[in-house]
């Protein structure tokens, strides 16, 4: 079951001040290990950085931080820093990269549908979303750069972290509630594990592409066209970190299709739902 910080999920249901109820405490999910291979055959670039489980999602916890949104993604590996990112004006981490999906409303219909530039997804019907947190070893004046860019016509609702900072194999972000809004019964999400790439393509917001046959920065087992999905990583089913989520999100990143000269489908992607 979906784990609720300190309390049961029920008890965390309340009327806030606005008449909305609120997720009050937070909530926590999990995602079982060895699943790093997005719809199942992915494999990691052959340089030494990207080490095994750095892309594997483990846990992620979201947390009322006050005024912030706390966010906290665990990996399968320790967080490390081999491109000193703190001479580039980055956060303490190098290869990774989340993206963070927010379904507040779980109407049909309402939302964006598109996931953002060089992730190749899109979202079920059911699982619009309006905010989308982008955790990035970039700091925030080249992130925001990069969304003005490539995700000009949904800029207003991609939302940067106010602070990042790496621990073991954790990433902690804090993400500003004038932005994101509080935590509701209603809300939806979906996590996305990818990899930053600090030369990207121009159709790719600071992310790794995935090709037919990796190579030393590039993943493999996908398509060299931009119909494959560029996920490592993500929830699904309930969250729970049991084998079983590992098979469907085989399956919901391989609804894709590609056609011959690059054109096809993209993933349909669902989101989880911890208020139920
Ligand atoms: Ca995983
Ligand atoms: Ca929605
Ligand atoms: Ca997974």
Request: one cysteine or more; charged letters at 25%.
């Amino acid at each position: 079951m979906i784990r609720p910080i300190r309390h049961a999920l029920v008890p965390l249901l309340f009327v806030g001040l606005g008449g909305a109820p609120a997720l009050a405490g937070g909530f926590e999910l999990k995602d079982p290990k060895g699943d790093d291979k997005g719809p199942g055959n992915y494999t990691y670039p052959t340089d030494a950085v990207y080490t095994k489980g750095s892309f594997d999602l483990t846990k992620v916890k979201f947390e009322d931080d006050g005024d912030h949104l706390k966010v906290t993604v665990e990996v399968d590996a320790k967080i490390e820093d081999p491109w000193d990112s703190k001479a580039w004006g980055g956060n303490g981490f190098s290869v990774q990269m989340f993206f963070i999906f927010i379904d507040t409303d779980h109407k049909a219909g309402s939302g964006h549908e598109d996931g953002l530039a060089g992730l190749n997804v899109k979202f079920a019907d059911e699982s619009r979303w309006e905010k989308a947190l982008i955790i990035s070893a970039q700091g925030n004046t080249r992130a925001q750069a990069e969304i003005n860019a490539k995700a000009a016509a949904v800029k207003n609702d991609v939302i940067l972290p106010t602070t990042v900072r790496a621990q073991g194999k954790k990433i902690v972000a804090r993400f500003p509630k004038s932005k994101t809004g509080e935590m509701t019964p209603t809300w939806g999400v979906q996590v996305l594990a990818q990899s930053n790439e600090g030369f990207p393509d121009k159709t790719d917001l600071l992310t790794r592409k995935v090709n037919e046959y990796g190579g030393q920065h590039r993943f493999g087992g996908g398509s060299d066209y931009d119909c494959d999905p560029h996920v490592m990583d993500l929830l699904a089913g309930k969250a729970e970190g049991k084998g079983d989520e590992a098979k469907a999100q085989f399956e919901m990143l391989g609804t894709f299709k590609c056609e011959a000269g690059g054109g096809g489908q993209r993933a349909v992607l669902q989101m989880v739902y911890p208020g139920g």
